[in-house]
C-alpha cells in the first residue's frame, strides 16, 4: 500500500479519501505523537475529514488543538508549538478533491521516512488505544493566523502599493488581504470569500484561471496582482501592466535577490538561474516542493523553489509559504519600482512542455533512456534530463496521473529539440 503521494495523501472526496482512512490515518499518527495541531482549507469534505481524524487522533490518546481554516503554511508554521501538524486540503485540486498533509515540528512536510512510519503502523494495525482516562483532549488554538501574520510583519518592511490580490476562495481569505494592508497597502481582493466550490476560479494559479487578475490589475492601474491555491502554499504574480509572471521568472526574480551561497531547485527548472547565478550553489532536485525542502534542509540554502509557484524561505519556514512570498514580493517592489521593469531584466528562454497518456510508464521510461544515452549530459534523478550546449530536454514520469511529461527549453532549437523528444516518447509508450 502506499498512501502518500509527492503531496501527501489526496484523492477524491468521500471516494479515495474518506471518513474510515482519516480515522485510521488518525489513530496512526496519534499513536506516534502526544499533541497536534489540525487545519483546513475551506472544501465541502475538510470539516467530515477533520472530525473523522480528530475522533483516530483522541482514540490513540493524542491531545489535538484545532487552528480552524487556515492556510497550509499558517498550519506548518503553528506546528512548531506541537508534536506536529495535519492539514486538511488538497491544495490547488478541484473542489471534489480532498487530502491529509502532516507536518513536523520544523515546519517541513514530513519526509518519506516519516511517511513509512505512518504507513507501517496501519499495516500492521499496530496502533495505540488509549484506556478510557487517557484519551485525548480537544481545543481550540485561535491563535495561529495572528502568529504567522507577527512573524512575517517582523521580517519585511512597510510598503504603500496598490496591490490586487485573488485569494480564488481559498484559505489566504483570512490571512493575506489583512497582511498587506497592515504593511500599509492599498489592497483591492477578488475571490477573497472562503468557499468550498471555488465559485471564482479554478483553484490553480496558473494563467488561464487568472484574466480576471490581470485585467483588474490593468484597469486599476495597481502596481502589482498577487494570486493564491487553495491553500495558500503557493503565489503567483501579475505585473503593473497585468502580464501575468511565469514560474521560471519568479523563481528567477527571487533567486537572485535571496541566493547567498547555496539553493534547491528542481529538475524542471529553467537555465535562466545558472546563468544569472554563476556564483552560487545550485542543488537540482526531483519534482515536488518536499523534496526542494528536504534538501535545502541539508545544504543550508537561502531560498528554494518550484516553477509551479511554491517558493521557500527557509529563514522563514521549511514549507512553502505564499503568503510570507507576496509580502517579500511587496517589499522588494516597494524598494526597487516598477514591477515590469524589474521582470523584464531577467531573460527569459524559450520553453515547450507536454504530456501523452502512458500506462506503462516504467517500461516506456526505459525505452526513452536508451535512446537518450547518447543526446548529452544524462541526469536521472527524476526521469530522464539531457543537457546539451543550447538547451535541455526532460522525460519524466509523472508523479500523480498515467503520462509522461517532456519539458524542452533552448535558445535556437526548442521546436527541433522538442519533436525530437516527442517522437522518442511517441515509439516508447506504443
Ligand atoms: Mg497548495
Known amino acids: 500500500m502506499s498512501l502518500f503521494g509527492s503531496s501527501g495523501i489526496r484523492g477524491l472526496a468521500n471516494k479515495e479519501i474518506t471518513p474510515e482512512l482519516a480515522l485510521k490515518v488518525g489513530y496512526a499518527v496519534g ?19 477533520e472530525h473523522a481524524m480528530i475522533a483516530g487522533l483522541l482514540s490513540a490518546g493524542c491531545n489535538v488543538a484545532r487552528a480552524g481554516m487556515i492556510p497550509t503554511p499558517t498550519l506548518a508554521f503553528a506546528a512548531k508549538n506541537f508534536g506536529c501538524g495535519v492539514m486538511i486540503t488538497a491544495s490547488h485540486n478541484p473542489s471534489e478533491y480532498v487530502g491529509i498533509k502532516l507536518w513536523s515540528k520544523s515546519g517541513m512536510a514530513f519526509d518519506t521516512g516519516q511517511q513509512d512510519e505512518i504507513e507501517s503502523i496501519l499495516e500492521k494495525s499496530a496502533w495505540k488505544v488509549a484506556q478510557w482516562n487517557n484519551i485525548g483532549k480537544v481545543d481550540i488554538e485561535p491563535g495561529a493566523i495572528k502568529e504567522h501574520s507577527e512573524a512575517i510583519l517582523d521580517k519585511v518592511g512597510k510598503a504603500s502599493l496598490k496591490v490586487v490580490v485573488d485569494c480564488g476562495c481559498g484559505a489566504a481569505s483570512v490571512i493575506t488581504p489583512y497582511l498587506l494592508r497592515e504593511m500599509g497597502c492599498r ?136 503568503i510570507y512570498a507576496a509580502a517579500r514580493l511587496v517589499e522588494i517592489v516597494e524598494k526597487e519600482g516598477d514591477f515590469s521593469r524589474l521582470l523584464d531584466s531577467i531573460p527569459q528562454y524559450p520553453v515547450k512542455r507536454g504530456a501523452f497518456p502512458c500506462s506503462d510508464k516504467k517500461k516506456a521510461m526505459a525505452e526513452v533512456a536508451e535512446r537518450f544515452a547518447e543526446l548529452g549530459n544524462i541526469n536521472t534523478l527524476d526521469g530522464i534530463r539531457a543537457d546539451m550546449e543550447d538547451g535541455w530536454v526532460l522525460v519524466r514520469p509523472s508523479g500523480t496521473e498515467p503520462k509522461i511529461r517532456i519539458t524542452v527549453e533552448s535558445v535556437n532549437r526548442c521546436d527541433e529539440l522538442y519533436a525530437m523528444a516527442e517522437g522518442i516518447v511517441r515509439k516508447a509508450i506504443l
Open 31 to 49: 499513536s506516534m505523537y502526544g499533541s497536534v495541531v489540525i487545519g483546513k482549507d475551506p472544501r465541502t469534505s475538510a470539516e467530515m475529514i
Open 187 to 322: 489592497v483591492f481582493t477578488l475571490n477573497s470569500q472562503p468557499d468550498g466550490h471555488f465559485p471564482g476560479r479554478y483553484p490553480e494559479p496558473v494563467e488561464e484561471n487568472l484574466s480576471l487578475l490581470k485585467s483588474t490589475v490593468a484597469a486599476t492601474n495597481a502596481d502589482l496582482g498577487i494570486a493564491h491555491d487553495g491553500d495558500a502554499d503557493r503565489m503567483m504574480a501579475v505585473d503593473n501592466k497585468g502580464r501575468f509572471v511565469s514560474g521560471d521568472k519568479m523563481l528567477a526574480f527571487f533567486a537572485v535577490r535571496e541566493a547567498r551561497n547555496a539553493i534547491a531547485v528542481p529538475v524542471d527548472t529553467s537555465r535562466i538561474i545558472d546563468d544569472l547565478l554563476a556564483r552560487i550553489k545550485i542543488s537540482r532536485t526531483k519534482v515536488g516542493d518536499v523534496y526542494v525542502a528536504e534538501e535545502l534542509n541539508k545544504i543550508h540554502g537561502e531560498f528554494g523553489g518550484e516553477p509551479s509557484g511554491a517558493w521557500i524561505f527557509p529563514g522563514m519556514s521549511l514549507c512553502p509559504d505564499g
